[in-house]
């Protein structure tokens, strides 16, 4: 289950002058914040050193803990990175994206990442807002994880389902 907060906007009749949500985002997001954020994430995905890493997304308002690794191009939410938790000694993949908000045509979505102890996250799988990642869970590489994962499960594929529990 993903848990959402929904953001509806009003932009007067659709037919005449069309406007999707993200026409709208810098009245909900500074453009400067967002400006800030983006580099330090772009920063956080190239430098090689994990402790620099942690220390520029932490600079973002994420949470994240002890001992966490973060692979080589892992891109995390410029817009609403504080929505994001990262549990101790997990290990983010490379290419892994971590998404805390969804653009949609009439409304916007945000929801919270939490992602447990012990984790694992396979390369190249996103995230999606509103996701529990249970401690000890493993995610298999190229994952779509758009609902919550039981802790100490295996899952992998588009959309992730369970393959196993440990």
Known sequence: MRRL?????QSGNLNVNPKNSLN???YYKGPITVIRNFILVWLSKYTPTLSLKRFLL???GMKIGKNVNLGLCAAFDIFFPELIEIGDNTIIGYNATLLAHEFLID??????IVVGKNVMIGAGTTVLPGVQIGDGAVVSAMSLVNRDVPPGSFVGGIPAKQLRRK
């Open 58 to 60: 932490r600079m973002t």
């Open 5 to 9: 907060t929904v953001y509806k906007h």
């Open 107 to 112: 409304s916007f979505r945000t929801g919270r």
């Open 24 to 26: 709208y985002m810098y």
